[in-house]
T-cell receptor, first 112, second 114 residues
Framework: ETGVTQTPRHLVMGMTNKKSLKCEQH?????MYWYKQSAKKPLELMFV???????ENNSVPSRFSPECPNSSHLFLHLHTLQPEDSALYLC???????????FGAGTRLSVL | AQSVTQLGSHVSVSEGALVLLRCNYS??????LFWYVQYPNQGLQLLLK??????LVKGINGFEAEFKKSETSFHLTKPSAHMSDAAEYFC????????????FGTGTRLTIIP
Protein backbone atom coordinates (compact mmCIF):
# COMPACT_ATOMS: atom_id res chain seq x y z
CA GLU A 1 0.00 0.00 0.00
CA THR A 2 1.10 3.55 -0.64
CA GLY A 3 0.01 6.98 0.49
CA VAL A 4 -2.65 7.77 3.05
CA THR A 5 -5.47 5.28 3.61
CA GLN A 6 -8.71 6.10 5.40
CA THR A 7 -11.34 3.65 6.60
CA PRO A 8 -14.23 3.38 6.38
CA ARG A 9 -14.94 5.33 3.20
CA HIS A 10 -18.57 5.82 4.20
CA LEU A 11 -20.20 5.82 7.63
CA VAL A 12 -23.78 6.36 8.70
CA MET A 13 -24.40 6.70 12.41
CA GLY A 14 -27.10 7.76 14.80
CA MET A 15 -26.62 10.55 17.28
CA THR A 16 -26.18 8.10 20.17
CA ASN A 17 -23.64 5.85 18.47
CA LYS A 18 -19.91 5.63 19.07
CA LYS A 19 -17.69 5.05 16.07
CA SER A 20 -14.08 5.63 15.05
CA LEU A 21 -12.42 6.79 11.85
CA LYS A 22 -9.02 5.36 11.02
CA CYS A 23 -6.15 6.83 9.05
CA GLU A 24 -2.91 5.10 8.14
CA GLN A 25 0.01 6.63 6.28
CA HIS A 26 2.70 4.62 4.50
CA UNK A 27 4.96 7.58 3.68
CA UNK A 28 7.21 7.59 6.73
CA UNK A 29 5.88 11.01 7.79
CA UNK A 30 5.94 12.32 11.35
CA UNK A 31 2.96 14.70 11.28
CA MET A 32 -0.72 13.87 10.77
CA TYR A 33 -3.88 15.96 10.49
CA TRP A 34 -7.66 15.73 10.62
CA TYR A 35 -9.72 18.11 8.46
CA LYS A 36 -13.47 18.56 8.10
CA GLN A 37 -14.82 19.34 4.62
CA SER A 38 -18.37 20.65 4.48
CA ALA A 39 -20.21 21.84 1.39
CA LYS A 40 -19.52 25.46 0.41
CA LYS A 41 -17.04 25.97 3.28
CA PRO A 42 -13.23 25.96 3.33
CA LEU A 43 -11.50 22.93 4.73
CA GLU A 44 -11.43 23.21 8.49
CA LEU A 45 -8.32 22.01 10.28
CA MET A 46 -9.40 20.05 13.36
CA PHE A 47 -6.28 18.50 14.87
CA VAL A 48 -2.55 18.32 14.21
CA UNK A 49 -0.19 15.70 15.60
CA UNK A 50 3.57 16.03 15.33
CA UNK A 51 5.78 13.20 16.59
CA UNK A 52 2.63 11.68 18.12
CA UNK A 53 1.99 14.77 20.24
CA UNK A 54 -1.10 16.92 19.63
CA UNK A 55 0.16 20.35 18.64
CA GLU A 56 -3.07 21.97 17.51
CA ASN A 57 -6.72 21.67 18.48
CA ASN A 58 -8.87 24.18 16.68
CA SER A 59 -11.74 24.58 19.15
CA VAL A 60 -13.22 21.26 18.14
CA PRO A 61 -16.16 20.00 20.25
CA SER A 62 -15.30 17.28 22.73
CA ARG A 63 -17.57 14.82 20.91
CA PHE A 64 -14.58 14.47 18.55
CA SER A 65 -11.62 12.76 20.24
CA PRO A 66 -8.38 12.16 18.33
CA GLU A 67 -5.81 9.49 19.08
CA CYS A 68 -2.35 9.03 17.60
CA PRO A 69 -0.85 5.77 18.93
CA ASN A 70 2.18 5.96 16.62
CA SER A 71 3.45 8.05 13.73
CA SER A 72 1.69 5.92 11.12
CA HIS A 73 -1.81 5.81 12.60
CA LEU A 74 -4.38 8.42 13.50
CA PHE A 75 -7.90 7.84 14.81
CA LEU A 76 -10.88 10.10 15.29
CA HIS A 77 -13.28 8.77 17.89
CA LEU A 78 -16.86 9.98 17.53
CA HIS A 79 -19.66 9.97 20.10
CA THR A 80 -23.04 11.69 20.45
CA LEU A 81 -22.61 13.54 17.17
CA GLN A 82 -25.06 16.05 15.75
CA PRO A 83 -26.54 16.14 12.22
CA GLU A 84 -24.40 19.21 11.44
CA ASP A 85 -21.32 17.01 11.92
CA SER A 86 -22.17 15.26 8.66
CA ALA A 87 -19.26 15.98 6.32
CA LEU A 88 -16.24 14.50 4.59
CA TYR A 89 -13.44 13.95 7.09
CA LEU A 90 -9.99 14.06 5.54
CA CYS A 91 -6.74 12.82 7.00
CA UNK A 92 -3.38 14.12 5.83
CA UNK A 93 0.26 13.56 6.67
CA UNK A 94 3.54 15.37 6.09
CA UNK A 95 7.20 15.16 6.95
CA UNK A 96 7.41 17.93 9.55
CA UNK A 97 4.46 20.30 9.80
CA UNK A 98 6.11 22.77 7.40
CA UNK A 99 6.17 20.43 4.41
CA UNK A 100 3.62 19.36 1.81
CA UNK A 101 0.59 17.53 3.12
CA UNK A 102 -0.63 14.37 1.44
CA PHE A 103 -4.31 13.57 1.79
CA GLY A 104 -6.36 10.43 2.06
CA ALA A 105 -9.60 9.92 0.15
CA GLY A 106 -11.69 10.76 3.20
CA THR A 107 -14.56 9.25 5.16
CA ARG A 108 -18.02 10.47 4.19
CA LEU A 109 -19.93 10.69 7.48
CA SER A 110 -23.69 11.00 7.74
CA VAL A 111 -25.25 11.58 11.16
CA LEU A 112 -28.95 10.78 11.35
CA ALA B 1 -3.44 36.45 9.72
CA GLN B 2 -3.83 34.81 6.34
CA SER B 3 -6.74 34.08 4.05
CA VAL B 4 -7.54 32.95 0.53
CA THR B 5 -10.37 34.05 -1.76
CA GLN B 6 -11.33 31.99 -4.77
CA LEU B 7 -13.51 33.97 -7.15
CA GLY B 8 -16.18 31.83 -8.71
CA SER B 9 -17.42 28.69 -6.97
CA HIS B 10 -18.23 27.19 -10.38
CA VAL B 11 -16.38 27.60 -13.67
CA SER B 12 -17.35 25.98 -16.97
CA VAL B 13 -15.10 25.85 -20.01
CA SER B 14 -15.28 24.04 -23.31
CA GLU B 15 -12.92 21.19 -24.03
CA GLY B 16 -9.77 22.65 -25.59
CA ALA B 17 -10.36 26.13 -24.18
CA LEU B 18 -8.22 28.03 -21.70
CA VAL B 19 -8.77 27.26 -18.03
CA LEU B 20 -8.38 30.16 -15.57
CA LEU B 21 -9.16 29.69 -11.89
CA ARG B 22 -8.66 32.74 -9.72
CA CYS B 23 -7.07 32.91 -6.29
CA ASN B 24 -6.22 36.00 -4.25
CA TYR B 25 -4.46 35.76 -0.92
CA SER B 26 -3.95 37.88 2.12
CA UNK B 27 -0.94 37.34 4.30
CA UNK B 28 0.99 39.55 6.71
CA UNK B 29 4.21 37.68 5.93
CA UNK B 30 5.66 36.27 2.70
CA UNK B 31 3.46 33.36 1.76
CA UNK B 32 3.80 29.89 0.42
CA LEU B 33 0.92 29.17 -1.98
CA PHE B 34 -0.57 25.90 -3.16
CA TRP B 35 -3.15 24.56 -5.56
CA TYR B 36 -4.80 21.23 -4.76
CA VAL B 37 -7.24 19.26 -6.93
CA GLN B 38 -9.97 16.96 -5.66
CA TYR B 39 -11.51 14.46 -8.05
CA PRO B 40 -14.90 12.95 -7.17
CA ASN B 41 -14.76 10.63 -4.18
CA GLN B 42 -11.05 11.26 -3.65
CA GLY B 43 -8.85 13.25 -1.33
CA LEU B 44 -6.88 16.36 -2.22
CA GLN B 45 -3.87 16.02 -4.50
CA LEU B 46 -1.16 18.67 -4.79
CA LEU B 47 -1.08 20.29 -8.25
CA LEU B 48 1.69 22.80 -7.65
CA LYS B 49 3.27 25.04 -5.06
CA UNK B 50 5.02 28.42 -4.84
CA UNK B 51 7.75 28.65 -2.21
CA UNK B 52 9.48 31.95 -3.07
CA UNK B 53 11.60 30.70 -5.96
CA UNK B 54 10.39 31.23 -9.55
CA UNK B 55 7.15 33.19 -9.75
CA LEU B 56 5.81 31.02 -12.59
CA VAL B 57 5.23 27.55 -11.22
CA LYS B 58 4.54 24.52 -13.36
CA GLY B 59 2.57 21.62 -11.94
CA ILE B 60 1.16 18.30 -12.96
CA ASN B 61 -1.31 17.68 -15.79
CA GLY B 62 -0.25 20.79 -17.72
CA PHE B 63 -1.35 23.31 -15.07
CA GLU B 64 0.68 26.33 -14.05
CA ALA B 65 0.24 29.31 -11.77
CA GLU B 66 1.92 32.69 -11.50
CA PHE B 67 2.64 34.44 -8.23
CA LYS B 68 1.99 38.18 -8.57
CA LYS B 69 2.88 40.01 -5.39
CA SER B 70 1.56 43.36 -6.63
CA GLU B 71 -1.86 41.82 -7.24
CA THR B 72 -1.70 39.35 -4.30
CA SER B 73 -2.80 36.71 -6.76
CA PHE B 74 -1.91 33.13 -7.62
CA HIS B 75 -4.24 32.23 -10.49
CA LEU B 76 -4.21 28.71 -11.94
CA THR B 77 -4.18 28.24 -15.71
CA LYS B 78 -4.09 25.52 -18.33
CA PRO B 79 -3.92 26.35 -22.05
CA SER B 80 -6.27 23.60 -23.22
CA ALA B 81 -8.90 21.94 -21.04
CA HIS B 82 -9.39 18.21 -21.10
CA MET B 83 -12.45 16.29 -19.95
CA SER B 84 -10.35 14.69 -17.22
CA ASP B 85 -9.73 18.13 -15.66
CA ALA B 86 -13.28 18.19 -14.28
CA ALA B 87 -12.79 18.40 -10.52
CA GLU B 88 -12.77 20.79 -7.59
CA TYR B 89 -9.73 22.98 -7.17
CA PHE B 90 -8.55 24.51 -3.90
CA CYS B 91 -6.08 27.32 -3.38
CA UNK B 92 -4.23 27.39 -0.04
CA UNK B 93 -1.79 29.71 1.71
CA UNK B 94 0.74 29.18 4.46
CA UNK B 95 3.29 31.54 5.94
CA UNK B 96 6.91 30.68 5.23
CA UNK B 97 7.78 30.99 8.90
CA UNK B 98 5.99 31.08 12.21
CA UNK B 99 2.42 29.73 11.98
CA UNK B 100 2.62 26.84 9.54
CA UNK B 101 -1.13 26.24 9.32
CA UNK B 102 -2.53 25.75 5.81
CA UNK B 103 -5.52 27.99 5.11
CA PHE B 104 -7.75 26.84 2.24
CA GLY B 105 -10.16 28.68 0.00
CA THR B 106 -13.74 27.53 -0.51
CA GLY B 107 -12.89 25.78 -3.77
CA THR B 108 -13.86 26.14 -7.43
CA ARG B 109 -15.70 23.38 -9.21
CA LEU B 110 -14.50 23.10 -12.81
CA THR B 111 -16.86 21.65 -15.40
CA ILE B 112 -15.64 20.79 -18.90
CA ILE B 113 -18.18 21.10 -21.72
CA PRO B 114 -17.67 18.56 -24.54
Amino acid sequence: ETGVTQTPRHLVMGMTNKKSLKCEQHLGHNAMYWYKQSAKKPLELMFVYSLEERVENNSVPSRFSPECPNSSHLFLHLHTLQPEDSALYLCASSQETRNIQYFGAGTRLSVL
Amino acid sequence: AQSVTQLGSHVSVSEGALVLLRCNYSSSVPPYLFWYVQYPNQGLQLLLKYTSAATLVKGINGFEAEFKKSETSFHLTKPSAHMSDAAEYFCAVRSNFGNEKLTFGTGTRLTIIP
